[in-house]
């Protein structure tokens, strides 16, 4: 099956250090990934939705200076926290669609711990 | 816009017992909807999707749901629990396919299976 490749699975890192999440998605081109966050034992908030070759459209409250996310081609998007702090500690989640009416397939999401 | 209600975000049963996970969507054109289950620090595997057709739909691992429009339900379902099956699901909607694809999910509902 279709498969996604979030990376890396876990980062723990100093206040004010950026952090970069790669997602691939390994076995199909993705014209469109979504990035979102996931508090503890809550549901997925979607953050942004990145185009391949576009700029992404986030959502209304996400800083997009904050979060910046680069989709250079279509296997791959980034998601980079820029100066982290502990209040961007959260697990962070990929997708990929793989367009044709297909579902998103998941990445196994990416903890980040900021001290 | 779209939104998604699971009705009980803790739903515990014995092992071998029905499995009944709610959800109850709105829409303002025919949806498509997925049932997502979690395990622990991982992404989302889908379990099994609606887009149109059939509205009893089959997934893995022995679950099933039906789309009941005139309900605006997609109940998730499984004749016999199975301890692995314990996790958590999420029911998650969108307005049909396109280039977006922007999905919508409910707040999750953690399945316990008791020995």
């Known amino acids: 099956g279709a498969v996604v490749s979030q990376h890396p699975s876990r980062v723990i890192c100093k206040s004010g250090t950026s952090v970069k999440i790669e997602c691939r998605s390994l076995?199909?081109?993705?014209?469109?990934m979504f990035w979102y966050r996931q508090f503890p034992k809550q549901s997925l908030m979607l953050m942004a939705t990145s185009n391949e070759g576009s700029k992404a459209t986030y959502e209304q409250g996400v800083e997009k200076d904050k979060f910046l996310i680069n989709h250079a081609s279509l296997t791959l998007s980034t998601l980079t926290v820029t100066s982290a702090h502990p209040e961007d500690s959260s697990f962070y989640i990929c997708?990929?669609?793989?367009?044709?009416?297909?579902?998103?397939?998941f990445g196994d999401g990416t903890r980040l711990s900021i001290l | 816009a779209q939104s998604v209600t699971q009705l009980g975000s803790h739903v515990s049963v014995s092992e071998g017992a029905l499995v009944l996970l709610r959800c109850n969507y709105s829409?303002?054109?025919?949806?498509?909807l997925f049932w997502y289950v979690q395990y622990p620090n991982q992404g989302l595997q889908l379990l099994l999707k609606?887009?149109?057709?059939?509205?009893l739909v089959k997934g893995i691992n022995g679950f099933e749901a039906e789309f009941k429009k005139s309900e605006t339900s997609f109940h998730l379902t499984k004749p016999s629990a199975h301890m692995s099956d314990a996790a958590e699901y999420f029911c998650a909607v969108t307005e049909g396919g396109g280039s977006n694809y922007k999905l919508t999910f409910g707040k999750g509902t953690l399945l316990t299976v008791n020995p």
């Open positions: 076995d199909f081109q993705a014209t469109t």
């Open positions: 997708s990929a669609y793989p367009g044709h009416n297909q579902p998103q397939h």
């Open positions: 609606y887009t149109t057709g059939a509205t």
């Open positions: 829409s303002s054109v025919p949806p498509y």
